[in-house]
């Protein structure tokens, strides 16, 4: 008996995204999208293109330049059964509505004893690459994954971007959904048309490998797959691990990972101080100390500012520095 093909798509990331809410809003009517110029104009990235003529005003919803209106006003909605999809045009304006994400909706489950859940996605395109000022290309996930009560999500691949968009907005809780924008449109991916998830919290092994274990997520995960690519000449056989998820981090995998290999590197463009590497490098010593070969390189974006066009591509790990902070761990 044939088995039958699922119909796939050969979509860009934006395009994903874009396809996972009109996914998601064709199968639950309490799906709605909200933000600036998300409506007749598509978002800013295009992201939103076309849900305004297929669902209506009411489901796609243009708001005031005003973040934390736009937050305070989806938990609202959220509170009360809705599930609302609030875009932020870019992380670096994400701040005015901070107070409002980690002060009522990570908290509003515990708050009521359980009474009412928050069930909210808040995506925004963030890093950095596209040669825009500082606050279009911040990275600064970390803020969000050290606040209990979200969930931080960051895809890597269309594929993904879907099935994690669609696993986000059917969560109970809230969800920051971060979209690497440098590649919005840099590849395509087989993308099925039905709907499907991508279980939050559960890392993706890109590549599989004996000598170090390399952590990443995001854009920085192809400049990694490349610099393992080119290692791979030179006898290093690198595992690569995309985490997918930064709250809650796979533990589980990353611990496995590592007693694989007894070295590890992690690659970020958030800057290195506070960042996620060194939570990393914590569940390593915790969890794996006796397998440890050598110490765990960080290989990150630099403690200032993101700079404007000049420095932008010195700032971001490049596959030429990925590679010599892998090398640091394997020659250590």
């Known amino acids: 008996m044939a088995t039958q093909q699922t119909a796939t798509q050969n ?36 992201a939103t293109e076309g849900l305004y003529d297929e669902f209506g005003p009411d489901r796609v919803i243009d708001t005031p330049l005003a973040e934390s209106g736009i937050v305070g006003t989806a938990i609202g909605m959220a509170a009360y059964g809705l599930k609302p999809v609030p875009e932020i045009q870019f992380m670096g304006f994400i701040y005015p509505a901070f107070d409002q994400i980690v002060s009522h ?59 994690l ?49 390399v952590f990443t997520w995001g854009a920085m995960t192809r400049p990694t797959l490349d610099a393992a690519e080119n290692l791979a000449e030179d006898g290093i056989d690198c595992e690569v691990v995309d985490l997918r998820t930064m709250s809650p981090l796979d533990r589980e995998t990353i611990v496995e990972s590592f007693k694989k290999t007894g070295r590890a590197a992690v690659v970020h463009e958030a800057p290195k101080t506070g960042g996620l590497g060194g939570e990393i490098a914590s569940i390593i ?26 420095l932008e591509d010195y700032y971001l790990p490049s596959v030429a520095r990925v590679e010599e902070g892998i090398r640091g761990a394997v020659e250590f």
């Open 11 to 46: 979509l860009t990331l934006v395009q994903a995204v874009r396809d996972g809410l009109y996914t998601e809003m064709n199968r639950d009517d309490d799906v709605l999208v909200m933000g600036e110029d998300v409506g007749k104009n598509g978002g800013v990235f295009r």
């Open 105 to 163: 909706a990570a908290r509003l489950r515990t708050r009521s004893r359980g009474r009412f859940t928050c069930p909210l996605v808040v995506r925004a395109p963030y890093g950095g690459g596209i040669r825009a000022p500082e606050h279009h290309s911040e990275s600064k996930e970390a803020f969000f994954a050290h606040e209990p009560g979200l969930k931080v999500v960051i895809p890597s691949t269309p594929y993904d971007t879907k099935g």
């Open 165 to 213: 968009l669609a696993s986000a907005i059917r969560d109970p809780d809230p969800v920051i959904f971060l979209e690497p924008k440098l590649i919005y449109r840099a590849f395509r991916g087989e993308v099925p048309e039905e709907e499907y998830t991508v279980p939050i919290g559960e890392a993706a092994v890109r590549r599989e490998g004996t000598d170090v274990s």
């Open 285 to 310: 010593q915790e969890e794996a100390l006796l397998y440890q070969e050598a110490p765990v390189e960080r290989i990150a974006g630099f403690d200032t500012p993101f700079p404007l066009y000049a």
